[in-house]
């Protein structure tokens, strides 16, 4: 079974900082691909970042890129630049990509509080 | 492009009753939809897989006949709550894929189900 491990509850980061969120994930799968998302506090779930598993750069979407360490088993989320609108929980998701698989598996979340 | 709707947003009912929350993409064709579950301060917790045209794959634990899924068209799944009571007081989010698309799921805004 896939699981997804975010570690820190809650982070803060001042503005125009860089913060790093973990998510580490266990599988045993060859194929699959990591997702991060962002959920403010009205409740949508915004996609900020994709990354496959086979794929040798690190994902990077302007402010966001993922550091992809894959004999750790980690996708950790790295936002430049910290904005006050950054404040939101974070989630790391796992998709199963073997098989024709659609399902996603989400971490527990971390909530991300940007200070002046 | 790629919006998913969901209506209502909210609602309250009386426990005992039940209630029928609308997931639609908007400007896609969504062959599979997912509904998931999540409680305040948790994760998103995946509760069924909607295909077009055929039965909903349910994960496990997720009772089928109290969630009554229906996706009757390309562009409109259905999730009805049955006979609800206090504990299925929750955030309810659909996401879908577009068909033939690749691996991203779409997420709707929510509804949020206040059972009395």
């Known amino acids: 079974a896939q699981k997804i491990t975010q570690t820190q509850p809650g982070m803060f980061v001042q503005e125009k900082e860089a913060v790093t969120l973990d998510c580490t994930y266990d599988?045993?799968?060859?194929?699959?691909?990591l997702f991060w998302y962002k959920q403010p506090s009205s409740g949508e779930m915004i996609f900020l970042i994709y990354?496959?598993?086979?794929?040798?750069q690190n994902a990077t979407e302007g402010r966001y890129s993922l550091n992809f360490q894959k004999a750790r088993k980690s996708a950790n989320l790295v936002i430049s630049a910290s904005q006050l609108g950054d404040s939101a929980m974070y989630f790391c998701?796992?998709?199963?990509?073997?098989?024709?698989?659609?399902?996603?598996?989400f971490g527990t979340g971390t909530q991300l509080k940007v200070e002046l | 492009g790629a919006v998913v709707s969901q209506h209502p947003s909210w609602v309250i009912c009386k426990s005992g009753t039940s209630v029928k929350i609308e997931c639609r993409s908007l400007?896609?064709?969504?062959?599979?939809m997912f509904w998931y579950r999540q409680f305040p301060k948790q994760s998103l917790m995946l509760m069924a897989t909607?295909?077009?045209?055929?039965?909903?794959?349910?994960e496990q634990g997720v009772e089928k006949d109290k969630f009554l899924i229906n996706h009757a068209s390309l562009t409109l799944s259905t999730l009805t709550v049955t006979s609800a009571h206090p504990e299925d007081s929750s955030f309810y989010i659909c996401s879908a894929r577009i068909s033939g698309g690749s691996y991203e799921q779409y997420f709707g805004p929510g509804t949020r189900l206040t059972v009395t």
């Open positions: 990354q496959g598993s086979y794929d040798e």
């Open positions: 599988t045993s799968d060859q194929s699959y691909g």
């Open positions: 400007d896609f064709q969504a062959t599979t």
């Open positions: 909607s295909n077009e045209g055929s039965k909903a794959t349910y």
């Open positions: 998701a796992m998709r199963d990509l073997t098989g024709g698989g659609n399902k996603l598996t």
